[in-house]
Every structure is written in structure tokens, then in C-alpha cells.
């Protein structure tokens, strides 16, 4: 505190010196002192003096306001009683959260376990394209044009190695089994198209279903082929080729070589005494075609050898040097028109 | 200085969980908050509700609370929230504004003022007369700043002003009041006018 800062104080500014204010409001006798003191020095500070001190006296005279005896002591009590509520329903809280985000995680496991062991896997091939896939044991499938497979999502999980197939697909399937007694889960490899059902233990086998017809074409080991329909079994040798028809359910052997049936691989047709009309449902299987003979008498021809199926181009160019025909292209239609 | 260390140290201790700390706060701060509720709002349940909420609420958010070096400007505004909240809450159903505080119970009363008979003069009556025309926002300015001695800033704060606004609208009023003792009486009608209409902000 400096006297001489009080030497032009007026009023307002003695108003809002704290120096002044604590002075008029406690009395404490050092700060009575140095006042008096001062305004001895400086009389003309007097005034001014005396007015902000009547002022603020005013002030400090306004009606003071005591809380109820008791009313301190009460509400505390009334305070800490709902903190300690709070505090057990806080710890309440974080236990329902707990549970609850348990609970949560225990549904979301269990759909995500529901979802990856009933739903399946879906490949499919469009018309002149094929795709090579592995499963989760190592077999290797050939899937041919215009086909789907279908696998689980958890075949790795599941007792029996099972997968259903339209369209055509050429199966290596590894094998898993070591004991031929004692054949354990996980170990049996299940194929079926709508008309049949394929078993084997670890072999390598064409499966085609077109038109409602399946054939089986064993290259390699042995299979169990059943008819859906009518529930009887044919148990397959290496080279065997075996028909199953849909509408009958028929098990019936064909004159063909398995590995002949399987050449599509190597994107060729090998034909032995076969009909130009299968050879053109073939086509149209693959590419997505309509093919017309515009002499149907045509299609009745026996022929042999070896086609390239490589591309629709190549095929068509084949087909029409052996049947001496030309081909007219009108979108997803194909004419073979004799040659006059 | 050491008063504001142990204000930031007791304030820490109570975020941190310690129940001893509230009560300590509790028992330094109560009658401050109790007598500064009642003011505003004249009712010893309503400014019961009001301490309560304050305290609890503290209580219950201190993990979120920031840390702070004094706890009575904290307080208060904090109270000032409550008590802005509750009157929302109690004038729903009333067409009140809720910053219109129609009350501010200070009451100057020149015989407990301790005044020398020889500086009873004509101007000290008059001032007095002046001084209960206060308006409630002036009374509860001067009311912070002469009782519980707060800065212009802290008083702006708790009564969501501009500082600048409140610093004029307190100098003002100390003007006013000034110009009161120093006036002769025919003039001391204009500024009863003039007052009135400070109370616009």
C-alpha cells in the first residue's frame, strides 16, 4: 500500500480499491492506522474519502441471511445418502454393462458361428469360361463352363466333405483315409448333382449333369454312384462311366472311356462314334448357344476324333468343315445351313 | 497464495473420490451458497433442492470435472446453473422469462448502516432512497462484488455477462450513485429514469 496512490482518489476509485473495501469491512487496527495516517497527510482526500465510506457502509448494511439451525448438519446427511445411492447404482450400472456387453459378444459369436457353419460357398462359371479351385483339404476341382459349386463354408469343420454341383466339374479329390476298416469323419468325400450322389474316399472322377442326365466318368480309384431317385448303388471301377437319368433314376454303363470324357480339360473333345447332336448340346452347354441344323438328318451322324472346345470359334470351325455346313450367327442363336 | 494451493489440492482430492474432501467443501462453502441461493430465490426448500442437486451432481460427474483454483467462484456459478435449470424447470408452465429475476433480496437499511449522526446529511438520505432502487441484476452485482468480493470477471462469468458489460454496468451504478450524493433533488428523478434503464442488458 502507497499512500501516495490515494493522492487523486475520488469516490468511485476509492469504491474499487480492495485496501479500502477490506478496511471498512473488517477495521482491522493496522489498516485503521495507516488510514488515518493518510488522510492526515492528504486532507484533501477527505471528502471523497468520507463519501465512498458512507457508501459503502450502506452497502454492507443490507439484511444478512442465516440458515435454520440444524439445516447445515441435515442436508449433508441428505447429500451423502444419495451420493452413496449413486455410487451402488454406478457400480450397478457398470455390472449390467458388463453383463449385458457379454451377453452381446456371446449372440454375435454365436451368429457368427451359426453363419459360418450352415452357410455355403458358391462358385460359379459363366458360358465359355472355366475356373480351377482348390478346397480346404487340397482336392482340386476343374470347374467347366456354365456350372456352380456349391461347398459349405465350414467344410474343413464338418463330418463329411460335401459339396453339390450343376453343370460339369472334374474332382481330385485327396485322400484322407489311411485305415480301410475304420473310416473316421471328415474323411468320406460326397459329390451330388439333382439326380445322383458320388462317394469316394480320395480319387479322380468327371462329374457332369446336363439336361438331366448325370454321367460319372471314373479316371482314377474307385466310387460309389446312387441313384437319388431309386436309392440303388453302383459301385464304380477305374475307367467306368456310369449314367443316372432323372426321370427314371436309372443306372445304366456307357460305351465310353473315362478319360476320354474328361479331355474338356485339356479344352478339347475327343469323339468316338458319337452323334453331332450331342456334340452340338455340348456346345450349347458351354458357350450359351441355340444351335439349328436346318437339315436334321444331320444330327444323326456318327462321328470321331478329336474337336478343339478351346473357343466357340475354333468349335464352329470344326463342326462346319465336317458337316459342310455354313454358319450364320444371329445373337444367341447359331444356323448350320448346308452347303449347296 | 497457500489458500488457492490448498483450493486446487482439496478440489483434486475430491475428483479423485475422496468423500472427506466434499464434506470439507461442503462445510467451508455452505453458508456462502446458502445465503447467495436464498437471495435469489427466497425460499429455504427450493434453495435446500438446489444445494442438494449441486452437490450431487458434483459428486456424481467428478470424473469429468476439470480441476480448478477456486472453489468458491466454481460454487457459484455452479449453483447459479442449478438455480438457472430449477427455474426453468419451475416456470414450464408460467409464461416467465427465465433470466427475468424479478428478485434479489438486499435490503440496505440505514440504521444498521453505523452511520455518525453528523454524517446523516440530506445527500446520505437520498443516496439511500437511490440505493433501493436498485434493480435485482444490480443488487446481486454489487452483492458479489462488496460481499463476496469477487472480480469483475468471476461476477460476468456467474452471471452470463460480458465482462465489459458488467464492469460498466457496475461502474455505472457506483456513478449514479456518486452523482446522487453531489445533486440537488431536481435532478434526482432523471436519474431514477436513468437507472431504470440500465437494467435494458
Same mark, same amino acid.
Given at each position: 500500500? =502507497?499512500?501516495?496512490?490515494?493522492? =487523486?482518489?475520488?469516490?468511485?476509485?476509492?469504491?474499487?480499491?480492495?485496501?479500502?473495501?477490506?478496511?471498512?469491512?473488517?477495521?482491522?487496527?493496522?489498516?485503521?492506522?495507516?488510514?488515518?495516517?493518510?488522510?492526515?497527510?492528504?486532507?484533501?482526500?477527505?471528502?471523497?474519502?468520507?463519501?465512498?465510506?458512507?457508501?459503502?457502509?450502506?452497502?454492507?448494511?443490507?439484511?444478512?441471511?442465516?440458515?435454520?439451525?440444524?439445516?447445515?448438519?441435515?442436508?449433508?446427511?441428505?447429500?451423502?445418502?444419495?451420493?452413496?445411492?449413486?455410487?451402488?447404482?454406478?457400480?450397478?450400472?457398470?455390472?449390467?454393462?458388463?453383463? !449385458?456387453?457379454?451377453?452381446?459378444?456371446?449372440?454375435?459369436?454365436?451368429?457368427?458361428?451359426?453363419?459360418?457353419?450352415?452357410?455355403?460357398?458358391?462358385?460359379? +462359371?459363366?458360358?465359355?469360361?472355366?475356373?480351377?479351385?482348390?478346397?480346404?483339404? %487340397? #482336392?482340386?476341382?476343374?470347374? =467347366?463352363?456354365?456350372?456352380?459349386?456349391?461347398?459349405?463354408?465350414?467344410?474343413?469343420?464338418?463330418?463329411?466333405?460335401?459339396?453339390?454341383?450343376?453343370?460339369?466339374?472334374?474332382?481330385?479329390?485327396?485322400?484322407?483315409?489311411?485305415?480301410?476298416?475304420?473310416?473316421?469323419?471328415?474323411?468320406?468325400?460326397?459329390?451330388? +448333382?439333382?439326380?445322383?450322389?458320388?462317394?469316394?474316399?480320395?480319387?479322380?472322377?468327371?462329374?457332369?449333369?446336363?439336361? %438331366?442326365?448325370?454321367?460319372?466318368?471314373?479316371?482314377?480309384?474307385?466310387?460309389?454312384?446312387? !441313384?437319388?431317385?431309386?436309392?440303388?448303388?453302383?459301385?464304380?471301377?477305374?475307367?467306368?462311366?456310369?449314367?443316372?437319368? #432323372?426321370?427314371? %433314376?436309372?443306372?445304366?454303363?456307357?460305351?465310353?472311356?473315362?478319360?476320354?470324357?474328361?479331355?474338356?480339360?485339356?479344352?478339347?473333345?475327343?469323339?468316338?462314334? +458319337?452323334?453331332?447332336?450331342?456334340?452340338?448340346?455340348?456346345?450349347?452347354?458351354?458357350?450359351?448357344?441355340?444351335?439349328?441344323?436346318? =437339315?436334321?438328318?444331320?444330327?444323326?451322324?456318327?462321328? %470321331?476324333?478329336?474337336?478343339?472346345?478351346?473357343?466357340?470359334?475354333?468349335?464352329?470351325?470344326?463342326?462346319?468343315?465336317?458337316?459342310?455346313?455354313?454358319?450364320?450367327?444371329?445373337?444367341?442363336?447359331?444356323?448350320?445351313?448346308?452347303?449347296? | 497464495?497457500?489458500?488457492?494451493?490448498?483450493?486446487?489440492?482439496?478440489?483434486?482430492?475430491?475428483?479423485?473420490?475422496?468423500?472427506?474432501?466434499?464434506?470439507?467443501?461442503?462445510?467451508?462453502?455452505?453458508?456462502?451458497?446458502?445465503?447467495?441461493?436464498?437471495?435469489?430465490?427466497?425460499?429455504?426448500?427450493?434453495?435446500?433442492?438446489?444445494?442438494?442437486?449441486?452437490?450431487?451432481? @458434483?459428486?456424481?460427474?467428478?470424473?469429468?470435472?476439470?480441476?480448478?483454483?477456486?472453489?468458491?467462484?466454481?460454487?457459484?456459478?455452479?449453483?447459479?446453473?442449478?438455480?438457472?435449470?430449477?427455474?426453468?424447470?419451475?416456470?414450464?408452465?408460467?409464461?416467465?422469462?427465465?433470466?427475468?429475476?424479478?428478485?434479489?433480496?438486499? /435490503?440496505?437499511?440505514?440504521?444498521?448502516?453505523? @452511520?455518525?449522526?453528523?454524517?446523516?446529511?440530506?445527500?446520505?438520505?437520498?443516496?439511500?432512497?437511490?440505493?433501493?432502487?436498485?434493480?435485482?441484476?444490480?443488487?446481486? @452485482?454489487?452483492?458479489?462484488?462488496?460481499?463476496?468480493?469477487?472480480?469483475?470477471?468471476?461476477?460476468?462469468?456467474?452471471?452470463?455477462?460480458?465482462?465489459?458489460?458488467?464492469?460498466?454496468?457496475?461502474?455505472?451504478?457506483?456513478?449514479?450513485?456518486? /452523482?446522487?450524493?453531489?445533486?440537488?433533488?431536481?435532478?434526482?428523478?432523471?436519474?431514477?429514469?436513468?437507472?431504470?434503464?440500465?437494467?435494458?442488458?
Amino acid at each position: 500500500m =502507497n499512500k501516495k496512490d490515494y493522492l =487523486n482518489s475520488k469516490t468511485i476509485d476509492f469504491l474499487e480499491d480492495s485496501n479500502f473495501i477490506r478496511l471498512i469491512k473488517y477495521q482491522y487496527a493496522e489498516d485503521v492506522a495507516f488510514w488515518e495516517q493518510l488522510l492526515d497527510e492528504y486532507p484533501e482526500a477527505r471528502p471523497f474519502f468520507n463519501s465512498a465510506s458512507i457508501q459503502l457502509k450502506l452497502i454492507l448494511s443490507a439484511n444478512d441471511i442465516i440458515a435454520p439451525t440444524g439445516l447445515k448438519d441435515r442436508l449433508w446427511s441428505e447429500i451423502k445418502a444419495s451420493n452413496l445411492a449413486n455410487n451402488n447404482a454406478t457400480r450397478l450400472r457398470k455390472r449390467i454393462y458388463y453383463w !449385458s456387453s457379454g451377453i452381446a459378444a456371446l449372440f454375435a459369436i454365436t451368429a457368427y458361428i451359426s453363419w459360418f457353419m450352415l452357410s455355403s460357398i458358391t462358385v460359379r +462359371t459363366a458360358y465359355g469360361e472355366s475356373k480351377k479351385l482348390s478346397l480346404p483339404d %487340397g #482336392s482340386q476341382i476343374v470347374l =467347366n463352363a456354365n456350372s456352380t459349386l456349391r461347398y459349405p463354408r465350414a467344410y474343413a469343420w464338418k463330418k463329411l466333405r460335401q459339396i453339390s454341383l450343376e453343370g460339369e466339374a472334374y474332382f481330385k479329390v485327396v485322400h484322407l483315409n489311411h485305415n480301410h476298416d475304420e473310416i473316421r469323419q471328415g474323411e468320406l468325400f460326397r459329390a451330388s +448333382t439333382g439326380t445322383a450322389q458320388v462317394e469316394v474316399l480320395g480319387t479322380e472322377f468327371n462329374l457332369k449333369e446336363r439336361r %438331366g442326365l448325370t454321367t460319372v466318368a471314373l479316371v482314377k480309384g474307385s466310387v460309389q454312384v446312387r !441313384s437319388l431317385k431309386t436309392g440303388i448303388s453302383y459301385l464304380m471301377k477305374e475307367g467306368n462311366v456310369v449314367e443316372v437319368d #432323372s426321370t427314371k %433314376g436309372e443306372i445304366s454303363t456307357a460305351q465310353i472311356s473315362a478319360s476320354q470324357f474328361a479331355s474338356w480339360k485339356e479344352g478339347k473333345l475327343i469323339v468316338n462314334h +458319337t452323334s453331332v447332336n450331342e456334340i452340338i448340346q455340348a456346345f450349347e452347354d458351354l458357350y450359351g448357344y441355340k444351335v439349328i441344323l436346318d =437339315n436334321p438328318t444331320l444330327g444323326q451322324k456318327k462321328i %470321331g476324333g478329336s474337336i478343339s472346345i478351346k473357343s466357340e470359334q475354333s468349335l464352329l470351325f470344326t463342326l462346319s468343315n465336317i458337316l459342310n455346313v455354313n454358319v450364320k450367327k444371329e445373337g444367341k442363336t447359331i444356323r448350320l445351313e448346308s452347303r449347296r | 497464495m497457500n489458500f488457492q494451493l490448498s483450493d486446487t489440492d482439496i478440489w483434486a482430492r475430491m475428483l479423485k473420490g475422496d468423500e472427506n474432501a466434499l464434506d470439507e467443501i461442503y462445510q467451508v462453502y455452505f453458508d456462502s451458497l446458502y445465503r447467495y441461493g436464498m437471495r435469489i430465490l427466497n425460499n429455504e426448500d427450493e434453495v435446500k433442492d438446489c444445494l442438494h442437486n449441486l452437490f450431487t451432481k @458434483i459428486w456424481e460427474t467428478r470424473t469429468k470435472l476439470g480441476p480448478t483454483d477456486n472453489i468458491r467462484y466454481y460454487l457459484f456459478s455452479a449453483l447459479k446453473n442449478v438455480i438457472n435449470s430449477h427455474y426453468t424447470k419451475e416456470k414450464k408452465y408460467q409464461k416467465v422469462e427465465i433470466n427475468d429475476q424479478t428478485v434479489f433480496d438486499l /435490503q440496505f437499511n440505514l440504521e444498521s448502516a453505523y @452511520i455518525k449522526k453528523e454524517e446523516l446529511t440530506e445527500k446520505v438520505l437520498q443516496l439511500s432512497q437511490a440505493m433501493k432502487q436498485l434493480t435485482p441484476r444490480q443488487k446481486e @452485482i454489487i452483492y458479489l462484488r462488496y460481499f463476496e468480493e469477487m472480480s469483475y470477471d468471476q461476477i460476468s462469468e456467474i452471471m452470463g455477462l460480458t465482462t465489459k458489460g458488467t464492469y460498466k454496468l457496475s461502474a455505472r451504478a457506483l456513478e449514479s450513485l456518486r /452523482q446522487i450524493m453531489q445533486i440537488d433533488k431536481g435532478l434526482l428523478l432523471l436519474l431514477f429514469m436513468e437507472l431504470k434503464k440500465i437494467n435494458v442488458f
